[in-house]
């Protein structure tokens, strides 16, 4: 049982906007920043956005974060097939002094 | 341009221990706000953080794992080295490891940046 909570997976059509949550508390998400990371099938993941909306240099503008209390939320516009991929969020907790991922969120592209 | 590569055994036996060695450039781990993580993925399964070194040479472990884990640092071979005993078939996983970024006065992680390509390590008999 991960600390944080993601949707075992998300769907939706090309071109499509999906938006993908991540429920904590306040000894995690609540206090510190979010990172999203996307793990194509056989690889490492990847940074897509950090301390809760900053995006690396090269991650398209179609991948953006933001946090509200608790929550986190990634959202993907324009969805392309090559965005098919396995999605996780992760924070800092102070409760557990320790580095916490979700469960990871498999998004699908119909 | 940082990257990281992870080295070690690929079959351990249980009850012995696995030691891994991330070989790292692009970066210097005694420059201040640099750590390096490690973090398992088991076939299939989510990911999981397993420990944190910092440029002085502070160190931040999983609760759940804190007793079978030591990382190590060696700055002038630029290796992290993550030693962990005791192993048993459930430890059987991919081993990633992490440039991190993290606060040069609270210590807080901020982000794993880049990630290395991983090693897979089963456990068994």
């Known amino acids: 049982q991960s600390v944080l909570t993601q949707p075992p997976s998300a769907s939706g059509t090309p071109g499509q906007r999906v938006t993908i949550s991540c429920s904590g508390s306040s000894s995690n998400i609540g206090t510190r920043t979010v990172n999203w990371y996307q793990q194509l099938p056989g690889t490492a993941p990847k940074l897509l956005v950090y301390s809760d909306d900053q995006r690396p240099s090269g991650v398209p503008d179609r991948f953006s974060g933001s946090k509200s209390g608790t929550s986190a939320s990634l959202a993907i516009s324009g969805l392309q097939s090559e965005d098919e991929a396995e999605y996780y969020c992760?924070?800092?907790?102070?409760?557990?002094?320790?580095?916490?991922f979700g469960g990871g969120t498999r998004l699908n592209v119909l | 341009q940082i990257t990281l590569k992870e080295s070690g055994p690929t079959l351990v036996k249980p009850t012995q221990t696995l030691t891994l060695t991330c070989t790292f450039s692009g970066f210097s781990l005694s420059t201040s706000g640099v750590a390096v993580g490690w973090i398992r993925q088991p076939p299939g399964k989510a990911l999981e953080w397993l420990s944190l070194i910092y440029w002085d040479d502070d160190k931040r472990y999983s609760p759940s794992l804190k007793s079978r884990l030591t990382i190590t640092k060696d700055t002038s071979k630029n290796q992290v080295v993550l030693k962990m005993t005791n192993m048993d078939p459930v430890d059987t996983a991919t081993y990633y490891c992490a440039h991190a970024i993290v606060g040069e006065y609270s210590y807080i992680w901020n982000r794993f940046d880049p990630w290395g390509q991983g090693t897979l390590v089963t456990v068994s008999s």
């Open positions: 992760a924070t800092w907790d102070d409760s557990l002094n320790g580095l916490v």
